[in-house]
T-cell receptor, first 113, second 115 residues
Framework: DGGITQSPKYLFRKEGQNVTLSCEQN?????MYWYRQDPGQGLRLIYY???????QKGDIAEGYSVSREKKESFPLTVTSAQKNPTAFYLC????????????FGPGTRLTVL | DQQVKQNSPSLSVQEGRISILNCDYT??????FLWYKKYPAEGPTFLISISSIKDKNEDGRFTVFLNKSAKHLSLHIVPSQPGDSAVYFC??????????????FGKGTKLSVIP
């Protein structure tokens, strides 16, 4: 089945450590996105990538980094510089040039201890 | 400043009745609008969308209405079912300066359908 997978579902990290969240899609989508959701908040865009080897900062990129070495993969690293990293992280993808519709993965819940 | 606003954090409706979820936007450059449904600890799933050239789009029990002059859209669910209980996000799309479509989300409305 085509879709987006994120792993792990739950992730715990000690304060001061970097952690990488995985996102893989087999939908042959060009564009991929990372969002963060906090309680009572909408989805806020962290980074997005329209094509392999290219990515752009979203609204809240500070403390995060990404790479896009393959079309299928868009990993997100939460660095120790991110001041409030505990959140629910969502990855999404879409066809380039399509009217906005994005398909989401199941999410990763990151908790910093 | 919020460009997409969902002013009702929650809504309770009796099973079988109509649910109306509202959304307002401020950016006149938005040209495509979407509704997503989200269960706890899961990713959002696409529900229905509408282009700015239309004022209504219907899909089964779900209808989205767009009033461009008021910069307002609404999602109607008729009849409401207990399985509709979820958080509903309104999202708006427009081409960014980089040429990509980006979505701007509202904060969501939690719908509870009471049996």
């Amino acid at each position: 089945d085509g879709g987006i997978t994120q792993s792990p579902k739950y992730l715990f990290r000690k304060e001061g450590q970097n952690v990488t969240l995985s996102c893989e899609q087999n939908l042959n989508h060009d564009a991929m996105y990372w969002y963060r959701q906090d309680p009572g908040q909408g989805l806020r865009l962290i980074y997005y990538s329209q094509i392999v080897n290219d990515f752009q900062k979203g609204d809240i990129a500070e403390g995060y980094s990404v790479s896009r070495e393959k079309k299928e993969s868009f990993p997100l690293t939460v660095t120790s510089a991110q001041k409030n990293p505990t959140a629910f992280y969502l990855c999404a993808s879409s066809m380039q040039g399509q009217d906005g519709e994005q398909f989401f993965g199941p999410g990763t819940r990151l908790t910093v201890l | 400043d919020q460009q997409v606003k969902q002013n009702s954090p929650s809504l309770s409706v009796q099973e079988g009745r109509i649910s109306i979820l509202n959304c307002d936007y401020t950016n006149s450059m938005f040209d495509y609008f979407l509704w997503y449904k989200k269960y706890p600890a899961e990713g959002p799933t696409f529900l229905i969308s509408i282009s700015s050239i239309k004022d209504k789009n219907e899909d089964g029990r779900f209808t989205v209405f767009l009033n461009k002059s008021a910069k307002h859209l609404s999602l109607h669910i008729v009849p409401s079912q207990p399985g509709d209980s979820a958080v509903y996000f309104c999202a708006a799309s427009g081409v960014s300066g980089a040429g990509s479509y980006q979505l701007t989300f509202g904060k969501g409305t939690k719908l509870s359908v009471i049996p």
